[in-house]
């Protein structure tokens, strides 16, 4: 009896394990949308703020990423979100200070390797720049767009200098 006992707690055991791992997979999957993480906004919020920065309306999109950000504070995408609204509105400080908060985050954060080294640009630290050029080689052996971006701005930053 309890040999049979032992082997019924063990299955249990291995069982509720295995549904653990499911919920974790399956809850880590449900949180990557399109984007990235977005976990903890809805939809609605992201069509909302994506059309806010794609009309260029900046100090409303910051608004409403602040917001967001309140409610999930451990939220990459948000601060990535929020130091693109930044530096397109031309607050270079505020908009570095996010894109760190992001990749503190999320180091392999791409997109926001790709727009910290363009704000870095914008204030002539090329050695900034090329660091996370340099981190995004490694993440995407130098063929997503964020590495392709960033070289792009790097090299005509260069040129000019010449």
């Known amino acids: 009896m309890g040999f049979l ?3 019924l707690e063990n299955m249990l055991k291995f069982f509720l ?3 653990f791992l499911f919920l974790l997979i399956n809850d880590n999957y449900a949180a990557r949308e399109d ?11 992201i069509s909302i703020i994506n059309k806010l920065l ?6 409303k999109s ?10 999930d504070k451990l939220n990459a995408d948000l601060y990535n979100y929020l130091g693109y609204a930044y530096r397109k509105n031309g607050n270079l400080v505020l908009s570095i ?4 908060e992001a990749l503190n985050l999320n180091p392999n954060h791409s997109e926001a390797h790709n727009y910290i080294g363009i704000a870095y640009l914008k204030i002539g630290q090329i050695h900034k720049a090329k660091k996370h050029l340099k981190i995004l080689e490694g993440l995407c052996e130098a063929k997503c767009k964020e590495y392709k971006s960033l070289e792009a701005q790097l090299n005509k930053v260069l040129k000019n200098e010449k």
């Open 54 to 59: 794609d009309n260029q309306e900046y100090l």
């Open 17 to 19: 394990s295995i549904i």
């Open 62 to 71: 910051i608004e409403i990423i602040i917001k967001e950000i309140k409610k």
């Open 35 to 45: 984007t990235g993480y977005n976990r903890g906004i809805n939809n609605k919020n």
């Open 97 to 100: 200070k996010n894109y760190k």
């Open 5 to 7: 006992y032992a082997c």
